[in-house]
């Protein structure tokens, strides 16, 4: 027999277990050795339902994913077998036909593999099973453990195995035994197990609707991971027709729960609030609120008897019911329900411990009880041996026997002491059981204290929830419940919750693909920052809305480069950066689980205590440098507005600009206040404005006008606050295209007032001001390394004799190598070059080389300035492309700045735009020359100024910004 025979065979027994066993053929007695060893473990319909229902409930999605997996396994596996061939000889098709015939079948072949689950062309086996699981796993992927690429690859999987069922209708298919507490038809198929009669007309209609929801769900997913993978922008709540095949089924439902008694009234509303809460998660759709409503109002009309599990199901339609009047709008009533929710949590906490205490009351009576009759017992034992003690002597073969008239008392005793003594052991296991239970106790009192060593992820809030809500539906409570209060004018509470969700949504952003796709994501949740910082700006508290400012702008970078493992400069700053970064991993991971217990709590402390962790660096009462760069770059460094105030010395004020939809704050920070101006804007208009202001520079076009409405609406409204001479503008968004030297008054250019320099973010801020160069004054000029820029190369040969003792690197003799190598040996690096922003992968950002470097395009990356040791005073690029990324998707996405600053570099300068080869010789000869003298933004003022004089229009003199330190 051939391999291939042999499959066939082994296959066929599998497949015929069930006739064969029944049937009286000699044939199918061979099959039965076999059957058991080729079985496939497979969950039946009501361990399927279960297992699912529990483990789900329980957020224990790892153990979920698992056991779904296996099933996956197991599906695939006999699909291998299955696609080799089946060829059924003439014995089993009489068996096939035979047993299907009396059943009315017009075709047993087809009928007998249907009922195995197999299409008839043997192309897949429980292809509906399948498509359930896919659709299981995608879902905790999306919603559960917020992993968005498995995510994204389980819901592709799932959505070609629906097209491939619809092309042939699910009717078509087997019934699959494996269901979910999302397949509707496990509930029928339970009631056709008790005698209630349901037609074969409403089985298919039932299938047929748990095959949409399927797609609805997957269609869902898809527009959810777009969303999340900044595809696309995020959809509003929209309404479907009312008279949709999806929200007919919950009135049908509700009608056949009624009329057949199944279910009381508050369970077959509960259970159909639930499938509308399900539905609306997967949907969008507002009438499933509607729905939600109206059985949840019902069900709550006959809350049952009070217990844990009652009162588990009544906190569950509190939320249900509070979620859905905050989203239609209903804000007091949506609070109502919230403010029930929490209650029941705590009362849910008082019955446990209630339940504790009874018991370790009760084992503590049955123990003291126990031990007195133990004791009377041993006192009647003891009487006993005294007065009869041959009752009690043993021989060879073991106890003598006494006398049958004698024996009576003693063997009694004897069995009463015995049943005494397994009594007493049982209650020692039950006062066991209390003092577990009593150390749990003591143990989620300790959660307070580890609140404090977790309270970067962690508060009590969340740990309240978290027994019910997964992480994304902790984000979308605490934001609508904070949209709530702040609806109703409560504006400290609605503070706290856009806290909370501003917490979460920082955790959730590590299982985001791409650099890019990150801070896209982050633009998908703006309207909650920018809620945030425009409540705490009404409420008057503008130190904390910078505060929030800054937390948004520098999360950007920490999270692009979160998802790249870096080399840093040395193996142990490299060794250091990692363990903090897998930390993070461990507690992301953690933070993933559901119904978090204090025994994890308690573990993942202790874990954490092991490993460099983010909050032991920061409780150090002062940071090393080498600290603070590893921190910069694996984490946000919050930054207190006590703090900022230091960074900013007298003679400067700092402007940090923050854009919404709808208005422009703008942060006026000196070293004595902090205070906030606020204008109305159109976000369109300003952006369509800044291209225009952009192409008319570069084409050297007249802007005037442009550049005074800029100056009407970024510098007018706080013009009386600036104090001193010299300006640090910290831009956001598309403000970070515009030249702000150049803004215009009518009268005079904002340099012409203002020494002016920029940065990032004031966190960037303070780590160049932090710093100390080689301060040696020496040079490395690089020119024209790509052999195509002649007036590059000039550049770079007028800066060189500017700048005595200064080595000059041009056209082959520029290496990359060299650069990266040794410029931790100057003070000053010029290079004039191509540059190039990658805005898919910031990282990728490049200065290209060419020369006598034999790598590929010879470009030094933004990712190798990582691990690059440069102490250099002043890094300035002269080149196309180079300082500004394409601010499309995100803010403050990282171009080659920000792999410079860590280089160890505490200033650099770059340009806007292409410059011109004369105006930037001019420049550039009055900015060195003036460097020894003064500081960088006044030589830089000084230069802008001078260029001025001999080339008027703004595109040859605005282009370059300072960056970092200008001391």
Not at 179 to 198: G, M, P, S
Request: hydrophobic share 35%; aromatic share 10%; charged share 30%.
């Amino acid at each position: 027999m051939t391999d291939m025979d042999m499959k066939k065979s082994f296959v066929l027994c599998l497949l015929i277990s069930a006739l064969v066993l029944t049937a009286g053929y000699s044939s199918a007695q061979n099959h039965k050795a076999d059957i058991n060893n080729l079985n496939f473990p497979r969950l039946g319909p009501s361990e399927s339902f279960s297992y699912t229902y529990h483990l789900e409930r329980g957020k224990n999605y790892e153990q979920l994913l698992s056991l779904l997996k296996k099933e996956l396994a197991a599906i695939q596996i006999m699909e291998i077998w299955a696609k080799s061939g089946i060829d059924l000889t003439e014995t089993e098709k009489t068996i096939i036909t035979q047993q299907f015939a009396e059943k009315g079948s017009k075709d047993p072949v087809k009928d007998f593999l249907k009922r195995r689950q197999l299409t008839p062309e043997y192309e897949d086996y429980d292809i509906e099973g399948k498509l359930f699981i896919l659709d299981d796993i995608a879902d905790i992927y999306t919603y559960g453990v917020s992993d968005f690429r498995r995510a994204q690859e389980y819901n592709d999987k799932a959505e070609r195995i629906f097209e491939k069922i619809r092309k042939t209708g699910i009717n078509q298919s087997p019934v699959s035994d494996y269901y979910n507490q999302r397949r509707l038809l496990y509930y029928f198929a339970h009631l056709n197990n008790k005698d209630i009669k349901i037609s074969q007309s409403l089985i298919s209609q039932i299938r047929l609707l748990d095959f949409e929801g399927v797609g609805a769900r997957i269609k869902a997913r898809k527009d959810f991971l777009k969303l999340k993978l900044g595809i696309e922008n995020r959809p509003d709540m929209q309404a479907v027709k009312e008279d949709s095949s999806s929200i007919k089924l919950l009135d049908h439902l509700h009608s056949f729960a009624k009329q057949t008694g199944v279910y009381d009234e508050f369970n077959a509303n509960r259970i159909l609030a639930a499938e509308a809460y399900r539905d609306f998660r997967s949907t969008n759709d507002i009438n499933y609120l509607k729905k939600i409503i109206k059985y949840g109002e019902k069900a709550l009309e006959r809350i049952p008897v009070k217990s844990i599990s009652s009162l588990n199901s009544v906190n569950l339609l509190h939320y249900w019911l509070g979620i859905s009047y905050i989203k239609l709008g209903s804000s007091k009533q949506g609070i109502k329900h919230m403010e029930e929710f929490l209650a029941g949590i705590d009362e849910l906490d008082r019955l446990g411990v209630d339940a504790d205490n009874e018991r370790r009351n009760l084992v503590a009576k049955v123990n003291k009880e126990s031990q007195e009759e133990i004791k009377y017992l041993e006192e009647k034992q003891q009487t006993v041996r005294e007065s009869e003690p041959e009752m009690f002597e043993d021989d060879e073969d073991g106890p003598k026997r006494a006398p049958s008239k004698k024996s009576s008392p003693a063997q009694m005793i004897k069995q009463i002491m015995q049943k005494s003594f397994e009594i007493s052991r049982m209650h020692i296991e039950m006062i066991a059981y209390a003092r577990q239970s009593s150390v749990a106790i003591r143990t989620e009192q300790n959660l307070i204290r580890l609140k404090d060593e977790l309270s970067i992820q962690l508060t009590a809030y969340y740990l309240k929830l978290n027994r019910y809500l997964d992480r994304f539906e902790m984000a979308d409570y605490f934001f609508e419940l904070g949209k709530a209060y702040e609806a109703e004018g409560l504006k400290d509470k609605a503070f706290t919750h856009y806290a909370e969700a501003s917490s979460i949504i920082e955790q959730q952003r590590s299982s985001i693909l791409t650099e890019q796709q990150r801070i896209i994501f982050f633009e998908t949740k703006t309207e909650l920052h920018e809620r945030i910082i425009s409540l705490l700006v009404s409420l008057n508290k503008p130190d904390t809305a910078l505060e929030y400012v800054e937390r948004s702008k520098s999360r950007a970078f920490v999270d692009i480069l979160g998802n790249t493992r870096l080399n840093l400069k040395s193996r142990e700053q490299t060794d250091r950066y990692s363990n903090i970064i897998t930390a993070q991993e461990e507690e992301d991971d953690f933070l993933n689980n559901r119904n978090i217990t204090s025994e994890q709590i308690n573990e993942f402390a202790k874990r954490s205590s092991r490993g460099v962790t983010i909050k032991g660096l920061m409780s150090k009462p002062a940071l090393d440098k080498e600290d603070i760069e590893i921190l910069s770059i694996s984490s946000v460094l919050p930054i207190a507005s006590d703090e900022i105030k230091k960074i900013v010395p007298p003679g400067t004020t700092l402007l940090e600009y923050y854009l919404t939809s709808d208005r422009v704050y703008c942060f006026i920070v000196n070293s004595e206040n902090i205070s906030v101006a606020s204008v109305p804007v159109n976000i369109r208009e300003v952006r369509a404005t800044v291209d225009k202001l952009r192409e008319n520079i570069t084409n050297r076009g007249e802007g005037s006008e442009l550049l005074k409405y800029f100056y009407s609406l970024l510098i007018q409204p706080v013009e009386d606050r600036i104090k001193g001479d010299e300006l640090i503008i910290v831009p956001h968004g598309v403000l970070h295209y515009i030249p702000f030297q150049a803004l215009f008054d009518g009268r005079q250019y904002l340099i012409e007032r203002f020494a002016i320099s920029y940065s990032p973010s004031i966190t960037v801020l303070k780590l160049t001001e932090g710093r100390d160069s080689i301060g040696n004054k020496k040079a490395l000029v690089v020119g024209n390394p790509t052999l195509d820029l002649k007036f590059a190369e000039e550049e770079a040969v007028n800066v060189s004799k500017l700048l005595p003792g200064s080595t000059l690197l041009t056209r082959d003799k520029a290496a990359k190598s060299f650069v990266k190598e040794n410029g931790s040996n100057y003070d000053y690096i010029h290079v004039a070059a191509h540059g190039i922003y990658d805005e898919q992968t910031p990282l990728n950002s490049r200065i290209l080389f060419t020369g006598g470097d034999k790598t590929i395009g010879g470009a030094l990356t933004a990712a190798e300035l990582f691990s690059t040791r440069w102490n250099a005073s002043l890094v300035t690029l002269s080149a196309c492309e180079s300082g500004l990324s394409k601010n499309k998707s995100g803010d403050e996405l990282i171009g080659l700045q920000r792999g410079i600053f860590f280089a160890g570099t505490r200033s650099m300068i770059s340009s806007l735009w292409g410059v011109d080869d004369r105006a930037t010789s001019v420049l550039m000869d009055v900015f060195y020359k003036n460097l020894a003298g003064m500081s960088k933004s006044k030589s830089l003022q000084k230069s802008q100024i001078e260029t001025m004089k001999q080339f008027q229009h703004p595109f040859f003199w605005s282009a370059f910004n300072l960056f970092g330190t200008r001391k």
